[in-house]
């Protein structure tokens, strides 16, 4: 007799997303779906269940139709340990997250133990892909390739700045502030200041305080969209003439509601906008459909997604270790990225960081544009 082990999240999504009366793969997403950072979790959930619906209308994977079971870990690491051991409770057998780089090393430690197959379409910090775990995956870029975009862009382009390096101590936005500087340095610029801050901090006024003392032109910020948002809008309140410059974790429309107007001339590195690839026309075209900005990691999510899929099929076995080779071996995949090729360590071949700076489009609404 056939087992399945579906959670009632899992048959939830079944009935609401594949249109299956039941299913035999179990596809964990984990990421912030509430909390600050649910904007990204969002994101990361709507990705992954286009895929899904979509996959399974194709005639899902070997045989396979694909069900999914939401994850809440509030961008918190012992939250994602918990979801991790409840994805290992109900059976999954791959994860589509974490988001955040802090939550996506200890949960991938519970998914390796566990025969579970990790690939984030969000985590860039290289300690992720770099212990020789045999689950680790990711469609996005590592750190050290932003921070040396990040860098060299500053170094090229504000070549008098006095530049402020502040982090929120995490291992995503420290591990990007200290790829930035490493950059940085080695171009021959010396940060005026380095400083961390915490994690949900609202009063930035000591900081940017010392940013002034410090004669500060330039904050690079290593850390997410809703702190950032506060330190753009108080700066130009305390009358700091200085652009923030941070990473992909402030590529969300949220960034403008938080910063006002303040968030004009606002840059970050990211990918090249994935809505903009061809490859990614049709899919677009059915989250807008659906009422779905498909923005930021939305793409990054559907394709880690569509990765599991086909290099299931090319290994023609669902075991998470079978599929894990074939992603190493099988490569190219064709997802709405482009085609992804993986190394051994689990991260992509190639790096393809771009700067975008944040003004107002067409529409009137701030966004962020590649320059």
Known sequence: MRKSFLSAVALTSLLAFSGSAWADLLVGVGGPITGPNAAFGAQLQKGAEMAVKDINAAGGVNGEQISLSVGD???????????????VADGVKFVVGHFNSGVSIPASEVYAENGILEITPAATNPVYTERGLWNTFRVCGRDDQQGEVAGAYIAANFKDAKVAVIHDKTPYGQGLAD???????????TEALYEGVNVGDKDFSALIAKMKDAGVTLIYWGGLHTEAGLIIRQSADQGLKAPLFSGDGIVSNELASIAGDAVAGTLNTFGPDPRNNPAAK???????????EPEAYTLYAYAATQILAQAATAAGSNDPQEVAKAIK???????????????????????????????????????????
């Open 73 to 87: 870990d509030v961008s918190d690491p012992k939250q994602g340990i918990s979801v991790a051991n409840k994805f």
């Open 179 to 189: 790829e930035t500087k490493k950059a940085l340095n080695a171009a021959g610029v």
């Open 282 to 292: 049709e899919v677009v075209e059915k989250f807008r459909a659906a009422g779905f």
């Open 329 to 371: 071996e099988k490569g190219p995949f064709k997802t709405v990225l482009g085609e992804l090729s993986f190394n051994e360590k689990g991260d992509r071949t190639d790096a393809d960081y771009v700067v975008y700076e944040w003004r107002k489009g067409d529409d009137g609404k701030y966004n962020y544009f590649q320059l």
